[in-house]
Nanobody, 122 residues
Framework: QVQLVESGGGLVQAGGSLRLSCAAS????????MGWFRQAPGKEREFVAA????????YYADSVKGRFTISRDNAKNLVYLQMNSLKPEDTAVYYC???????????????WGQGTQVTVSS
């Protein structure tokens, strides 16, 4: 079992920055990929970014390329999402996930955090 806890969300003005953190604990050996998804009210859960824990390969949604950066600290079991140049359309609950392959669909991700709210004002 893997437990994931997100933190770092909040309210920020358009153009500002936030850094989200995901702390992983438990039996993480079967999880080789960490990802971030987001979900706005009334919308489907949307892929944001993913990273392979071994080697650090990263993958981003087109909507966040050049603005967001995913990184990890394997020794501390932490994954980060640095979000710059935030836009109102980035407003959503952001979820951390642990899975098996680097893909943009949620099904290969076996474990999920409870989410952290990010609100970007105009």
């Amino acid at each position: 079992q893997v437990q994931l806890v997100e933190s770092g969300g909040g309210l920020v003005q358009a153009g500002g920055s936030l850094r989200l953190s995901c702390a992983a604990s438990g039996r993480t050996f079967s999880s080789v990929v960490m990802g971030w998804f987001r979900q706005a009210p009334g919308k489907e859960r949307e892929f944001v970014a993913a990273i392979r824990l071994s080697g650090g390969f990263t993958y981003y949604a087109d909507s966040v390329k050049g603005r967001f950066t995913i990184s990890r600290d394997n020794a501390k079991n932490l994954v980060y999402l640095q979000m710059n140049s935030l836009k109102p359309e980035d407003t959503a609950v952001y979820y951390c996930a642990a899975g098996r392959v680097v893909v943009s669909i949620p099904s290969p991700y076996d474990y999920w955090g409870q989410g952290t709210q990010v609100t970007v004002s105009s």
